[in-house]
């Protein structure tokens, strides 16, 4: 392995010497620097390894400071890998300046948390419990997130979990990528398999903790020193070192009985690191843990912390604890069996010879790459070479479910009962059990009476809770003005217990320490984040309502106030307009609302301005927004007539519609306006027809433009143009006066126009046009008689070639 290590090293030109005395130094130290990949069987077996060799009286561990008090928690019975150590941090006094740059606005703290997984095989996890089974004292060392935060910056509204960056800096060294180029290693994964995992419980410790260290120094020697100090890691061993001097007065520990487990970058320079004593921000921070899952720790959920597969290196550790000598061996078989397995269980043709080939592919792979074990890696292209002949990502696809699915796993982590709940969490419990729901029930169904204000107050927490996403209830009937649905004072509820829960109220405590006092954060957050779609704020305003928030309805009206100003949108003004006088409706209904009236009243008119305003940027619309605009202008108008109790200058809106009729080339977007105007009585039957008559007396290129008028006019008035005898007649007359050029361009436009209609619509204007004709239904009669089948044959000719026809004219149907 050093020898491997070191004609890198000179091949791209650094001093294998100064690595040499580097390592020689790390390991001549009486303190153990015990270097770990994080997640990685391997090294949970060298540090369960070292911890049995050197019996250590003090353990020092990679994890945040502050974080002590979780250790008994972590090593409970009960709690059960994977889980996470969740350090939770919202910036109240805008310490970091990032309020408003991560958050959407400076009034809403910047609000930051990390997870530290921990699994089965974690190397800090197995550390603790055998510190715990022999009475070892345990801290952890590195600086909490309020101490990071500077440095995992990358880019707006994006952060970089510290063990992530560990990871990048190994793969982004200049050693790292020369090694995989000489070796042709595919991956990080598969560089530390080959050299560090595969024989990790066969090695004696003394050349594993070398290699290592090594390998740790060659890339901490290829990274400029400048990248270690702007993602952190030098302030982070500043202070790693800091605690390992201070708890080691502390307990009065010599040297040589002290273990410090690091990653590998830091392990290799914390010996020649000077301590620092850094301070940090505490007040706002904690810390707690949270069940996690197999997939979260995967590179699937983007983790990124190493793990390619949280279940198939289980097998690893497994064997590892185990003492089976060949471990990887071992679990490629385990591995190999499952998948085929699960695929036979879904009726795939696969044998038990196709196991015993896959198995020999594997370790034949294995050697021709130069290990003396199979990896994932080898495991997965030996799947592929023994089942699939042609093209693996398509003959191959149905594999490559069945194999993410036992290389990654679907354990889910629980956290022991003992652990102290925090205030948001002891919140929510409280106010289930103050209305005597019992949440550990599998699923209930609660009917609640609106017009009952114990039934009422039920509900708020329901919506409340519902809005905070936990995943536990939802609502199958119940009143929803927003969408039209009202005059019902009945709700229906489906709760459904989630183990997730405590794990997602963790993460909300961000947010506040009730469940009030969450939601209402989140609300004025999700507010300001889309200050610039005022019918997502509209919406959010209703909802405080639903909620049982109306203190907080002033709030967002400000935001709502706002919005108008930054939201030059007529889709999205319109309907936020349609919802506001939906909450006014609302409001008229609730008792002591004489404020909050007051305020949705003004706000409504300054919204129906900006919409009247923003109606003619409107006039030439992209094709895909054409009917959506269309049936937005149509909605609000008919909400405008319906109006009684708001007094509306509706000539406003009148006037937006001809403005934008005045400003459209669009001949669809014209007609469904002229609609608007005829359906609000500003305009008459005359005068769509002298706008009709008009299109046809013009030159051929306005002519062939009638139908995409008569579309968008038809599209918005339906049954009240088709049913009225004038503007059919005059349809009538336009098609049999027009040219045949002309009326084939036209034909388009009218087949869409009434395949839009109802099959009522439809036969209510058949109906009308025979009657134009003079027919009457009664002269139409069924036929009875037998048809001979010559003729109906050459019925079956004549339509086929009339398809024929239509589709060279128009194209496919």
Known sequence: MKKILHVVLDKIGLDSQKVENQVAKVMGEEIKYIPIRHNSPGSAILVKRCLEEYKPKLVLIEGPYLADDLIKYIIAHDTIPPFALLSVFSDEQNHFKLNGIISPDVSVPAKFQFYYPFISYSPELVALKFCYSKNIITHFIDLPITGIIPFLIREE????????????????????????????????????????????????????????????????????????????????????????????????????????????????????????????????????????????????????????????????????????????????????????????????????????????????????????????????????????????????????????????????????????????????????????????????????????????QKSHLFWRVKYLDLGILERSEGPDLLKGVSGVFKEVWFLSWNPNVDGKLIELSNYGSTIEEATKNMLIEESKKNIKDFQKISFLLYQTLVMGLPTLFPHIVIVCIDSLDKDDKFLTLSRGFNNLIMISRFLHMMKNQGYNLNLITKLISRCYFASCFSLPIMANPPKNLEDAFIIAAKDMATTLIGLSTLKLNINVYEEGLKTCIDNSDNDFIRGGCIGILYLMNSIQIKDIKYLIREYVKSEDLIKVRVGEFVRGLIFICQTKLLYNSDIIKLLSEIIEDIETKVFLSIVPSLRKTFSELSLREYEVFVEKIAELYGLKTSKFKEITEKIENKYLIFFFQINEKVYEIFKKWFGEV
Not at 211 to 239: D, H, T, W
Not at 366 to 391: H, Q, T, W, Y
């Open 157 to 456: 509204d994006r952060f970089l979990h510290t063990l992530k960056q560990e990871e990048e800096q190994l793969k982004s060294s200049l050693f790292y990528k020369e090694l995989s180029q000489i070796f042709q290693f595919d991956s990080f994964n598969e560089t530390w398999d080959t050299l560090f995992e595969i024989g990790a419980n066969r090695v004696e410790i003394d050349e594993i903790l070398e290699s290592y260290l090594i390998f740790c120094a060659c890339v901490r020697q290829s990274i400029p020193n400048m990248a270690s100090e702007l993602n952190g890691s030098i302030e982070r061993e500043k202070f790693m070192k800091y605690n390992i001097e201070h708890y080691r007065k502390k307990h009065g520990v010599d040297k040589k009985d002290v273990m410090i487990i690091t990653g590998g970058i830091h392990s290799v320079v914390l010996a020649d690191t000077v301590p620092q004593k850094i301070s940090f921000l505490e007040k706002g921070l904690f810390n707690s843990l949270v069940p996690y899952s197999y997939y979260r720790m995967s590179e699937a959920y983007g983790y990124g912390s190493g793990n390619q597969g949280p279940q198939f290196y289980e097998y690893i550790w497994e064997n590892f604890v185990n003492d089976i000598k060949y471990s990887f061996e071992a679990a490629a078989l385990e591995l190999i069996t499952d998948i085929y397995s699960d695929a036979r269980g879904k009726k795939y043709d696969i044998s038990v010879v196709d196991s015993i080939n896959t198995f020999q592919s594997a370790k034949m792979l294995a050697m021709i790459r130069r290990r003396s074990e199979p990896c994932l890696n080898d495991i997965v292209d030996a799947i592929f070479m023994s089942l699939v002949k042609g093209n693996p990502e398509i003959e191959g696809a149905y594999l490559k479910e069945f194999i993410r699915k036992r290389v990654v796993g679907f354990k889910l982590g629980k956290i022991t009962k003992s652990i102290k709940q925090l205030p948001l969490q002891a919140d929510f419990y409280l106010r289930f059990e103050s209305f005597s729901i019992n949440l550990k029930e599998k699923s209930k169904r609660h009917e609640l009476n609106l017009r009952d204000e114990f039934d009422k």
